[in-house]
């Protein structure tokens, strides 16, 4: 039960900072020498994160869902219909490939040093000024590919497709808003699908509840954390942890 509250934690905190859960499932236990989550599991926490981005950002999704047909709410609709277009595709079709970088701790190691290299980048950009509802196709698309991009280990979803939100022109609260929004049907579609797989197989345990509850605790905590440094230090304080973290995980494991 310990191990999965530990799992929780290191789920809830990474996947909304911009420094990679999945690459942290990872290493942390490569580093530390001891068996980690599987892909199974990994995923069902998932929900866990699930449950916390739904309620921070549950004014927005009420009025998706109660305003569809307001001019904001179709907006949003498009975008996250658009965007969530090719990690769909990108990740059934490489499903396999990118399976078997998550057993080669170097390769999400380095991939952890490519996340911080691009959040340096991203701190370089000017700040921008337009919300989510002013939002085009074109958008969607950038910061669609960004998230597929993000299918590998290591590489940070809410740190690719942030940034691509910033290359798009939107502020940096915006931008978060955007990616995590975006999040919702890739977040909830990996922990439904792997959690029905593991009730159907006999593989889910109930040891993982705690983990999913941990991860959704953490997960609210870390949205509100880094909403507040996206403003007041942007992205330079992550990309310096990805790039050291990483340069330290790759020479250890």
Do not use: N
């Not at 952890?112 to 950009?125: E, K, Q, R």
């Not at 955007?178 to 159907?200: H, K, N, Q, S, Y």
């Amino acid at each position: 039960m310990l191990t999965s509250a530990l799992w929780g934690l290191v789920q809830g905190l990474t996947e909304f900072l911009p420094v990679s859960s999945s690459g942290h499932l990872v290493l942390v236990p490569a580093v530390l020498g001891i068996d980690g989550p599987d892909l199974a599991t990994s995923a069902v926490l998932h929900l866990g994160t699930l449950a916390a981005v739904l309620w921070y950002y549950r004014r927005d999704l009420l009025g998706l869902l109660t305003r569809p047909t307001s001019p904001a709410s179709k907006t949003i609709w498009m975008l996250l219909v658009i965007g969530t277009i090719p990690a769909a595709v990108i990740g059934l079709a490489l499903k396999g490939p990118i399976d078997v970088v998550f057993s080669e701790a170097w390769i999400v190691a380095a991939c952890l040093m490519v996340t911080g290299a691009v959040l340096l980048a991203a701190s370089l950009l000017p700040v921008g000024t337009r919300v989510v509802e002013q939002g085009r196709w074109t958008d969607a698309v950038v910061v669609g590919m960004a998230q597929a991009f993000a299918l590998l280990p290591g590489i940070s979803r809410s740190g690719m497709t942030i940034t691509a939100g910033l290359a798009q022109g939107f502020d940096r609260v915006q931008s978060a808003r955007f990616a995590f929004l975006l999040g919702v049907p890739a977040i909830a579609g990996a922990g439904f699908f792997e959690g029905a797989d593991m009730m159907r197989t006999g593989g889910f345990q109930a040891s993982a509840l705690v983990g999913v509850a941990v991860a959704a605790v953490v997960g609210y905590l870390a949205i509100s954390l880094l909403v507040r440094l996206l403003v007041r230090r942007g992205l330079m304080p992550f990309a310096i942890y990805c790039l050291v973290a990483g340069a330290i995980a790759y020479f250890l494991v």
